[in-house]
């Protein structure tokens, strides 16, 4: 026998007719259920959950069991409600399968804990999908509704703006607007700079626009987030204002057993607090005395010279945690930038993190930018 993890179709790049054309999808398919772990088993890498399927008999409708693969998300969730350490679980799913089910099934025995588990139901895919299990605390706030309340939020604050690209991938969403109006000129910045994609030159271009992003998970892998970003022309390269971050934790009050059931009012309230941080967010974030605020305090540190290229770049990878792969990505568009000081590393950051097919991966590298930079400058 061998374990599986299920598979979500990712987005990366999408458009943002494509990504709603799949939350659409996703969203016919969604059942969230509390289960307590009495009526959780393991079975051949699945989650057997009782009461989540339904069959129509001549004597009515029935419940039964439904099967669901989870994905590596979920398997995290299992190992950290059930107090399984992650690693071991992996090992066992690839080296010794019927241990898989012998632990998720010995542990849940030991625990009168309930859960909730989001799924997606048969259809999608071929098979059930258990996309997260998480505590029962856990507020359902889904991408679809994210996306719609935050447009509306940006329509409201009346500033012209543009989708530049949409990823989804099993722990994020991730949306990405731009104002091409509100722009400000970097030349201090981008002197220097030539970009490793088309070699087109930042001196002959120098302009950042400002944006920012927009994320959600809705399996428990971070909260509802609006982050500024500035965009810098020639090379579509991002830098993530962290800092500035405004966040929505996902917490809420405790859901009972049975499938989850939110009422209208209860959406909608939550809805309107994403509308209006969206809305306030357009208006803090997209104008141009902010972008030349940032441009300021990223140029005061981004002129400092790298004598040493490849120690600089081992230095901060090393205090970033990147692995070799990234290391070495990195050095390469250093290199191909052509521009040998710290807001160099800062390019390259943000341009390998255009590269990466994973968009959690992405996601994560343009976030440490301005802190490679940083670091970069005091090596």
Same mark, same amino acid.
């Given at each position: 026998?061998?374990?599986?993890? #299920?598979?979500?179709?990712?987005?990366?790049? #999408?458009?943002?007719?494509?990504?709603?054309?799949? @939350?659409?999808?996703?969203?016919?398919?969604?059942?969230?259920?509390?289960?307590?772990?009495?009526?959780?088993?393991?079975?051949?890498? $699945?989650?057997?959950?009782?009461?989540?399927?339904?069959?129509?008999?001549?004597?009515?409708?029935?419940?039964?069991?439904? #099967?669901?693969?989870?994905?590596?998300?979920?398997?995290?969730?299992?190992?950290?409600?059930?107090?399984?350490?992650?690693?071991?679980?992996?090992?066992?799913?690839?080296?010794?399968?019927?241990?898989?089910?012998?632990?998720?099934?010995?542990?849940?025995?030991?625990?009168? $804990?309930?859960? %909730?588990? *989001?799924?997606?139901?048969?259809?999608?895919?071929?098979?059930?999908?258990?996309?997260? %299990?998480? /505590?029962?605390?856990?507020?359902?706030?889904?991408?679809?509704?994210?996306?719609?309340?935050?447009?509306?939020?940006?329509?409201?604050?009346? &500033?012209?703006?543009?989708?530049?690209?949409?990823?989804?991938?099993?722990?994020? %969403?991730?949306? *990405?607007?731009?104002?091409?109006?509100?722009?400000?000129?970097?030349?201090?910045?981008?002197?220097?700079?030539?970009?490793?994609?088309?070699?087109?030159?930042?001196?002959?271009?120098?302009?950042?626009?400002?944006?920012?992003?927009?994320?959600?998970?809705?399996?428990?892998?971070?909260?509802?987030?609006?982050?500024?970003? @500035?965009? &810098?022309?020639?090379?579509?390269?991002?830098?993530?204002?962290?800092?500035? #971050?405004?966040?929505?934790?996902?917490?809420?009050?405790?859901?009972?057993?049975?499938?989850?059931?939110?009422?209208?009012?209860?959406?909608? *309230?939550?809805?309107?607090?994403?509308? /209006?941080?969206?809305?306030?967010?357009?208006?803090?974030?997209?104008?141009?005395?902010?972008?030349?605020?940032?441009?300021?305090?990223?140029?005061?540190?981004?002129?400092?010279?790298?004598?040493?290229?490849?120690?600089?770049?081992?230095? &901060? /990878?090393?205090?970033?945690?990147?692995?070799?792969?990234?290391?070495?990505?990195?050095?390469?568009?250093?290199?191909?930038?052509?521009?040998?000081?710290?807001?160099?590393? @800062?390019?390259?950051?943000?341009?390998?993190?255009?590269?990466?097919?994973?968009?959690?991966?992405?996601?994560?590298?343009?976030?440490?930018?301005?802190?490679? %930079?940083?670091?970069?400058?005091?090596?």
């Amino acid at each position: 026998m061998t374990i599986t993890l #299920a598979a979500r179709t990712p987005s990366r790049n #999408a458009s943002l007719g494509e990504l709603a054309a799949l @939350l659409q999808d996703e969203h016919h398919h969604k059942l969230d259920v509390v289960a307590p772990a009495s009526t959780i088993r393991a079975e051949d890498g $699945r989650l057997i959950i009782h009461g989540t399927a339904h069959e129509l008999s001549p004597t009515g409708v029935t419940t039964r069991a439904g #099967a669901f693969r989870p994905t590596g998300v979920c398997e995290a969730g299992i190992a950290e409600k059930l107090g399984i350490p992650v690693g071991y679980l992996r090992k066992v799913r690839t080296e010794a399968p019927d241990l898989w089910d012998a632990n998720v099934n010995g542990w849940l025995d030991r625990t009168d $804990r309930s859960f %909730m588990v *989001r799924t997606l139901l048969p259809g999608h895919q071929g098979e059930g999908i258990a996309r997260a %299990m998480l /505590s029962t605390g856990y507020r359902i706030i889904d991408n679809l509704d994210i996306l719609t309340a935050a447009l509306d939020g940006v329509r409201s604050a009346g &500033v012209d703006v543009r989708i530049d690209s949409c990823d989804l991938s099993d722990k994020r %969403m991730y949306v *990405r607007v731009i104002a091409n109006q509100v722009r400000a000129y970097a030349p201090k910045l981008l002197r220097n700079y030539r970009s490793p994609f088309t070699g087109d030159r930042g001196a002959d271009n120098p302009v950042v626009f400002a944006g920012f992003e927009i994320s959600n998970s809705e399996t428990g892998c971070g909260a509802f987030t609006i982050t500024p970003r @500035l965009v &810098v022309k020639v090379c579509k390269n991002g830098m993530t204002i962290t800092k500035d #971050a405004e966040r929505n934790v996902h917490l809420g009050g405790r859901h009972d057993d049975g499938v989850v059931k939110w009422s209208n009012e209860t959406v909608e *309230r939550v809805l309107k607090v994403v509308t /209006s941080k969206t809305a306030d967010a357009v208006r803090t974030f997209l104008r141009e005395s902010y972008v030349q605020e940032q441009l300021h305090r990223i140029e005061s540190t981004a002129g400092t010279p790298i004598t040493n290229p490849e120690e600089t770049i081992t230095t &901060v /990878s090393k205090a970033l945690r990147f692995n070799e792969d990234t290391r070495a990505a990195l050095f390469n568009h250093f290199i191909a930038g052509a521009d040998v000081t710290a807001g160099g590393v @800062l390019h390259a950051v943000t341009s390998v993190a255009q590269t990466l097919p994973d968009a959690d991966e992405a996601h994560d590298l343009e976030a440490q930018g301005l802190r490679a %930079m940083e670091l970069a400058a005091a090596a």
